[in-house]
């Protein structure tokens, strides 16, 4: 991953761009959306063995959009001045306890919490309220969304990929 596809990216950035510890935003598509490429890490010490060479989030904020014009989107609603409002979706037992357990996502919930600005209207959703129904609601309300909860890609049909509940 880092090699043959963020490492060129990289060296345009830092080289050509000549930016340097700044938010990237990452928009990949087919098979590159299950790829986690802002985790992307040479795996190298330095020649000279002082250290390890810096990883993708030692150099950017890696952010994601789905497509460029959520992006668009996204910066027009900023320039408005709209209010943020943020929710965090946790799913720890979907499926009526058929899928695989997720031990930690009250405590990633809690965490998420904290870190969202207190002048950001902040809602959580989790355990039996974390329906399929109650997360789509909530991404029409909100601007921003995290999400803790198991999902499954489909590599041959990309919309047929979704979020567990």
């Known amino acids: 991953v880092w090699d043959e596809i963020m490492l060129p990216i990289v060296n345009v950035l830092r080289h ?20 986690p490429l802002h985790a992307a890490h040479p795996f190298q010490t330095k020649p000279d063995r002082s250290g390890k060479e810096p990883c993708l989030e ?6 994601y959009m789905p497509t460029l014009s959520a992006l668009i989107r996204s910066r027009q609603l900023m320039k408005k001045r709209v209010s943020p409002s943020f929710v965090a979706i946790g799913q720890g037992q ?3 306890g058929k899928g695989k357990a997720l031990l930690a996502v ?16 902040r809602t959580t959703i989790s355990g039996d ?11 029409q309300e909100n601007t921003w969304v995290h999400l803790a909860c198991h999902g499954k890609q489909d590599p041959k ?3 047929n990929s979704h979020i567990v509940m």
């Open 94 to 96: 979907p499926g009526a």
């Open 157 to 159: 049909q990309p919309y």
């Open 106 to 121: 009250d405590s990633e919930l809690e965490l998420v919490r904290k870190l969202v600005p207190p002048t950001a209207k």
């Open 129 to 139: 309220a974390a329906t399929r129904a109650g997360a789509l609601e909530a991404l």
């Open 58 to 63: 030692d150099l950017y904020i890696c952010s």
């Open 16 to 35: 050509n761009l000549k930016l340097k510890y700044c938010r990237i935003w990452l928009c990949p598509t087919a098979a590159f959306t299950s790829i």
